[in-house]
């Protein structure tokens, strides 16, 4: 059975949506943020040296990082399912996307966020945020543009791993401007497994 280290309110629901499309037995490990720093728990770190979640164990495997995790997974219990065929030009742009998700997408967001956390007044760092999350949302909403999907107008672990985007840009209140991306959120939000996910994770805090 796969066991998911997750972590409240953290990027590991989208590890749960995915272990729901494949349809695979799974086992849910729980931990909480702490109240006042908001990071992740010690006891993390006896799982993976860096503490952080998502982290999957599958039989004598132990895989970090949410790219990873999806990949493996696919590859493992669901390529045809959701991904689209090796070599092809729909993988390699799905394969782009999985990895725009926590590369360009995701670096501008947590700068974002992480300065309106902190609440000091910055030189560079707050204007080079707001310029970048506009950039790369920008590109990701024309890239939506007349499709309902990201890749083979079906879903795929693309989408999987992007949705975690979508919700940053809802939590900012910037999902407005963007309507191709208000839209895919939608269609997102409308997946049994998605829901289930959203339900589970609320479960956990």
């Given at each position: 059975m796969i066991k998911l280290?997750?972590?409240?309110?953290?990027?590991?629901?989208?590890?749960?949506?995915?272990?729901?499309?494949?349809?695979?037995?799974y086992q849910v490990v729980p931990y909480q943020r702490d109240s006042v720093t908001f990071l992740a728990p010690p006891e993390l770190k006896s799982v993976h040296p860096l503490g952080k979640s998502p982290v999957i164990e599958d039989g004598e495997e132990v895989i970090a990082e949410s790219g990873a995790i999806t990949e493996y997974?696919?590859?493992?219990?669901g390529a045809d399912k959701l991904?689209?065929?090796?070599?092809?030009?729909?993988?390699?742009?799905?394969?782009?996307?999985?990895?725009?998700?926590?590369?360009?997408a995701m670096l501008p967001l947590l700068l974002k966020m992480f300065v309106a956390k902190d609440g000091a007044k910055t030189n560079f760092l707050s204007d080079y945020a707001n310029a970048e999350c506009v950039k790369v949302i920008g590109y990701f909403d024309q890239r939506l543009e007349g499709k309902t999907y990201l890749v083979e107008e079906r879903?795929?672990?693309?989408?999987?791993?992007?949705?975690?985007?979508?919700?940053i840009?809802?939590?900012?209140?910037?999902?407005?401007?963007?309507?191709?991306?208000?839209?895919?959120?939608?269609?997102l939000s409308?997946?049994?497994?998605?829901?289930?996910?959203?339900?589970?994770e609320s479960l956990y805090g």
């Open positions: 280290h997750h972590l409240n309110q953290s990027r590991s629901k989208r590890i749960i949506w995915l272990l729901e499309e494949l349809g695979v037995e997974l696919i590859n493992r219990y991904a689209p065929k090796p070599g092809s030009k729909a993988h390699l742009d799905y394969i782009q996307w999985l990895h725009f998700a926590e590369s360009s879903l795929t672990g693309a989408d999987i791993m992007m949705s975690f985007v979508v919700e840009v809802a939590r900012f209140g910037l999902i407005e401007r963007f309507p191709n991306i208000q839209r895919y959120a939608k269609t409308e997946h049994e497994k998605f829901r289930a996910a959203e339900q589970l």
